[in-house]
């Protein structure tokens, strides 16, 4: 997209570069939309059907702009080149709108989606379901490898009108083939906004508090008196001794007249420690943020480094730009098959974990390669600039280190993640778990962007500073440097959270319910809360 922007729009390298993190931030940040929708009225199916026609409307729209003349500037013949108008820029604006608002919808729901066919009660079926993470992940790089290799090669010969048409048929044929299925799938109904049940915890819990109620050995917690929860189609949670304040969200203050239907003034334990564990994984979501910012690399900085070094393979095949991280998607297709069969069992014997190790470790390993990564990124573009008077005076494969470890953190971080966020969500909250989780990507990526907005205001703006329009000119490896040290950081900082996380079956779980008075016990015993 940026190569989009800088040859069809005429947009300078570093403005390209920002305009595309927003874009993918927004689309990211969309997800907790959609998993509101999800979780709240259509359910994960509806929402991927309806989310994916959105997506294709703005796919279609984007194949427009790049095949009418008017709705792009005149080719450029010599600079300066003739800026793109307000209305060209409105009509694209409103095509990738459309298409980060699609985005935003299907992601949080296709991997949940998946994970949902899998019977949680079945032990064969849970050792599926992990699997299917790894190659769910496996498939989106396969996906991505086509993209950047066969639709990059047909943009370059035959036109940017072909570049975007072909994933636009793709994407309508994928809706179809997804309909096809419809009588084979498990379905997870809605279960109603998770946000109001969290709002509701909260204003009963300092509504409580302002009362002087206190969580002590002998206080009653409500609780409803059916199999299920009072969440439509939820399970029962056991209270857990964690974020204790909470509790006073169900303190029965008063026996004699319980507000049994008013959950603004008295929430059961479960809709309590929903909440609790939605809070629980802020914590390690926060710590992992960071990465993100190396992610956003990849579409930006990376490929215009590509674009000024050496692609040429033989005497007549030249690698487009687009296509230089093939590197990071060969990495992920070649990593995966491999963790899977044989580093996973390999593990599993030494640690005795299911998983060889947990979600938690395998996220680290992924946070440490990036450290290796940017710093790999910052040496290699030092060089290129040193010896860049000379054109095309380095190979791009100087470029392979850096993808390469960006892509096997992507692959350690981004699947266990999707593992984590779903084992601790709870069945009301699967789909919000999975859009916190891709929500990171995007806050990255706007990060991504006020970072390289406070590189050109403090180091002198496009013209002086590191970042210029002419990379030869800039000094991107002193951004790298920066991006290594936010990394070095951030690692450390995860190390401490995730050592003092505390699961779903480590946060002090009492797994009896005596401390919870179920509606319709006309005579509720008294019994600790622990």
């Given at each position: 997209?940026?190569?989009?922007?800088v040859?069809?729009?005429?947009q300078?390298i570093?403005?390209?570069?920002?305009?595309?993190?927003?874009?993918?931030?927004?689309?990211?940040?969309?997800?907790?939309l959609?998993a509101f929708?999800?979780?709240?009225?259509?359910?994960?199916?509806?929402?991927?059907?309806?989310?994916?026609?959105i997506?294709?409307?703005?796919?279609?729209?984007?194949?427009l702009?790049?095949?009418?003349?008017?709705?792009?500037?005149l080719?450029?013949?010599?600079?300066?080149?003739q800026k793109a108008?307000?209305l060209?820029?409105a009509?694209?604006?409103?095509?990738?709108a459309?298409?980060?608002?699609?985005?935003?919808g299907?992601k949080?729901?296709?991997?949940?989606?998946?994970a949902?066919?899998f019977?949680?009660?079945?032990?064969k079926?849970v050792?599926?379901?992990?699997?299917f993470?790894n190659?769910?992940f496996f498939?989106?790089?396969?996906?991505?490898?086509?993209?950047?290799?066969?639709?990059?090669?047909?943009?370059?010969k035959?036109?940017w009108?072909?570049?975007?048409?072909?994933?636009t048929?793709?994407?309508?044929?994928s809706?179809?083939v997804?309909?096809?299925?419809?009588?084979?799938?498990?379905?997870?109904?809605?279960?109603?906004?998770p946000?109001?049940?969290f709002?509701q915890v909260m204003?009963?819990?300092?509504?409580?508090?302002l009362?002087?109620?206190?969580?002590?050995?002998?206080?009653?917690l409500?609780?409803?008196q059916?199999e299920e929860?009072d969440i439509?189609?939820?399970?029962?949670?056991?209270?857990?001794?964690q974020?204790?304040?909470?509790?006073k969200?169900?303190?029965?203050?008063?026996?004699?007249s319980?507000?049994?239907?008013?959950?603004?003034?008295l929430c059961t334990?479960?809709?309590?420690?929903?909440?609790?564990?939605?809070l629980?994984v802020?914590?390690?979501?926060a710590?992992t943020?960071?990465?993100?910012?190396?992610?956003?690399?990849?579409?930006?900085?990376?490929?215009?480094?590509a674009?000024?070094?050496?692609?040429?393979?033989?005497h007549?095949?030249?690698?487009?730009?687009?296509s230089?991280?093939?590197?990071?998607?060969?990495?992920?297709?070649?990593l995966v098959?491999?963790y899977e069969k044989?580093?996973?069992?390999?593990?599993?014997?030494?640690?005795?974990?299911?998983?060889?190790i947990?979600?938690?470790?395998?996220?680290?390993?992924?946070?440490?390669?990036?450290?290796?990564?940017?710093?790999?990124?910052?040496?290699?573009e030092?060089?290129?600039?040193?010896r860049?008077?000379?054109?095309?005076?380095?190979s791009?494969f100087?470029?392979?280190?850096q993808?390469f470890?960006?892509g096997?953190a992507?692959?350690?971080?981004?699947?266990?993640?999707?593992e984590?966020?779903?084992?601790?969500?709870?069945?009301?909250?699967?789909?919000?778990?999975?859009?916190?989780?891709?929500?990171?990507?995007?806050?990255?990526?706007?990060l991504?962007?006020?970072?390289?907005?406070?590189v050109?205001?403090?180091?002198?703006?496009?013209?002086k500073?590191?970042?210029?329009d002419?990379?030869n000119?800039s000094?991107?490896?002193?951004f790298?440097?920066v991006?290594?040290?936010?990394?070095?950081?951030?690692f450390?900082?995860?190390?401490v959270?995730?050592?003092?996380?505390k699961g779903?079956?480590a946060?002090?779980?009492s797994?009896?319910?005596e401390s919870?008075?179920?509606?319709?016990?006309?005579?509720?015993?008294?019994?600790?809360?622990s």
């Amino acid at each position: 997209m940026v190569s989009y922007l800088v040859l069809e729009m005429h947009q300078a390298i570093p403005v390209a570069a920002m305009h595309v993190t927003d874009w993918i931030g927004a689309a990211f940040v969309l997800t907790l939309l959609g998993a509101f929708m999800a979780d709240a009225y259509l359910g994960r199916f509806k929402t991927i059907i309806v989310f994916s026609c959105i997506y294709a409307v703005g796919m279609i729209l984007l194949t427009l702009s790049a095949s009418l003349d008017g709705l792009r500037p005149l080719p450029c013949m010599a600079k300066p080149c003739q800026k793109a108008s307000n209305l060209q820029n409105a009509f694209l604006s409103i095509a990738l709108a459309l298409i980060a608002l699609g985005t935003g919808g299907i992601k949080p729901c296709i991997s949940s989606f998946g994970a949902d066919q899998f019977d949680e009660a079945d032990k064969k079926e849970v050792k599926k379901k992990y699997a299917f993470f790894n190659w769910f992940f496996f498939a989106i790089n396969m996906g991505a490898l086509l993209g950047i290799t066969v639709l990059v090669y047909v943009q370059v010969k035959k036109g940017w009108v072909w570049g975007f048409g072909i994933p636009t048929g793709a994407m309508i044929i994928s809706i179809v083939v997804l309909l096809c299925g419809i009588k084979y799938y498990r379905f997870q109904k809605p279960m109603g906004s998770p946000f109001t049940r969290f709002m509701q915890v909260m204003v009963a819990s300092v509504r409580n508090h302002l009362r002087g109620v206190e969580v002590g050995c002998e206080t009653l917690l409500f609780e409803v008196q059916t199999e299920e929860s009072d969440i439509k189609g939820a399970r029962k949670l056991a209270r857990t001794s964690q974020y204790r304040f909470w509790d006073k969200a169900a303190v029965i203050a008063d026996r004699e007249s319980i507000p049994t239907t008013n959950r603004w003034h008295l929430c059961t334990v479960t809709q309590v420690e929903e909440f609790k564990s939605f809070l629980r994984v802020l914590p390690v979501w926060a710590s992992t943020i960071a990465l993100s910012i190396s992610f956003a690399q990849l579409s930006t900085f990376f490929i215009s480094q590509a674009t000024i070094m050496d692609r040429q393979l033989g005497h007549s095949f030249k690698v487009p730009p687009g296509s230089v991280p093939i590197f990071s998607a060969i990495n992920a297709l070649f990593l995966v098959p491999l963790y899977e069969k044989l580093i996973v069992p390999a593990l599993r014997r030494c640690t005795g974990h299911y998983r060889g190790i947990t979600s938690l470790q395998r996220m680290g390993v992924g946070l440490f390669l990036s450290i290796f990564a940017m710093a790999s990124a910052a040496w290699v573009e030092r060089r290129r600039r040193e010896r860049s008077p000379a054109p095309l005076s380095m190979s791009f494969f100087w470029l392979f280190p850096q993808f390469f470890l960006v892509g096997g953190a992507e692959v350690f971080t981004y699947v266990g993640q999707l593992e984590f966020f779903y084992d601790e969500a709870t069945d009301g909250t699967r789909s919000i778990s999975s859009a916190v989780f891709l929500s990171e990507i995007g806050i990255g990526s706007w990060l991504s962007t006020v970072l390289v907005k406070i590189v050109e205001g403090v180091t002198g703006g496009t013209e002086k500073g590191w970042l210029r329009d002419d990379l030869n000119q800039s000094k991107l490896d002193y951004f790298y440097w920066v991006l290594t040290l936010i990394n070095v950081v951030n690692f450390f900082v995860y190390v401490v959270v995730a050592r003092n996380y505390k699961g779903k079956k480590a946060a002090g779980v009492s797994v009896s319910d005596e401390s919870m008075v179920e509606l319709g016990d006309p005579h509720p015993e008294l019994r600790g809360s622990s």
